[in-house]
């Protein structure tokens, strides 16, 4: 069924310290991801980039906490902006670091629980983000969105998640990196854990189907959270936070064609994307083939590349 995409640029880059990811929603305008959906049949409104709230310098009990109040700015626009896209159609984030998805999922559990339909959330990423402000020892708060949006303690300075999403409805997929304060908090939850490990043993199909079989059987939306650091470094160098070990071309492919297939994906973001450490656009390229095919290209419609 043809989609109406909603793209939200999200020029996010207070949530780390490396500078570059506010240029991503350009960068994925460039490599032509609008393009690539209407060729599928779907139909696209750019919304063109979010601004933040503005909010007077915060301070935190935390010394290494930085760039609050920019993020809590941030946080409150993007919920606002995902809130109102959820409603017209299927908002698609352009980020902007992982930060972005403590707003952007924030406006999709508002639309979920106005519905009164059960959120889900999928996240695709080296690292678990389940830090939260008092825990962090970078003070990068791109770590922290699932702590957020799981209702875990810490996030005083940030508007209360509405309708904090359960354990079980959240899966980690492709996770490799995880501190050890983090470890031990997730322990305590029922978070799907499914590491490297599990992917090396099960494959990537068998635990994305059963994921996929309890959001389905609850009837509920799924929102996808897509780190390009899921993908190796050997084929997505534009990050600033690579792990070796990643997802190949083909596996990440396979996920993404699954989701379509599935039919019950409603939002996705599309985070850390830093173009000033990419190769002629390589990543930029590689993440707009990876929608296509959660819109609906199959392998044989793939373009021969240069590269």
């Known amino acids: 069924m043809p989609l109406t995409c909603i793209l939200i640029g999200a020029p996010v880059d207070t949530g780390q310290k490396r500078a570059g990811c506010l240029m991503g929603p350009a960068a994925y305008r460039v490599a032509g991801l609008a393009e690539a959906i209407t060729a599928l049949g779907h139909s696209v409104i750019d919304r063109g980039d979010v601004a933040p709230v503005a909010h007077p310098p915060m301070a935190h009990p935390n010394p290494a906490v930085h760039h609050l109040a920019e993020t809590v700015g941030w946080t409150e626009a993007l919920a606002q902006a995902g809130e109102e896209a959820a409603g017209a159609g299927f908002p698609i984030f352009m980020g902007g670091d992982h930060s972005l998805s403590l707003g952007s999922v924030a406006g999709i559990a508002a639309h979920a629980a106005a519905l009164g339909r059960p959120l889900f959330v999928l996240w695709l990423d080296a690292h678990t983000d389940f830090h939260t402000p008092e825990t962090t020892e970078s003070g990068n708060l791109h770590g922290t969105p699932v702590a957020y949006i799981a209702g875990r303690p810490g996030f005083d300075a940030f508007p209360p998640f509405p309708a904090p999403v359960p354990g079980a409805q ?138």
């Open 170 to 307: 959240i899966c980690h997929f492709g996770i490799r990196s995880v501190d050890p304060a983090e470890h031990a908090a997730l322990l305590e939850t029922e978070i799907e854990m499914d590491d490297m490990r599990v992917l090396d043993e099960r494959g990537i199909i068998a635990p994305l189907r059963d994921f996929l079989d309890r959001v389905r059987a609850a009837n509920g939306l799924l929102h996808v959270s897509l780190d390009v650091d899921f993908l190796d470094p050997a084929i997505a160098p534009a990050v600033g936070t690579t792990v070796p070990g990643g997802t190949t071309f083909r596996e990440a492919h396979l996920v993404m064609e699954l989701l379509h297939e599935s039919g019950l994906v409603t939002s996705l973001d599309l985070v850390e994307l830093n173009p000033f450490l990419d190769d002629r656009g390589r990543t930029a390229k590689l993440m707009v083939d990876l929608v296509g095919s959660l819109m609906g290209r199959k392998v044989f419609d793939r373009p021969t590349r240069s590269f």
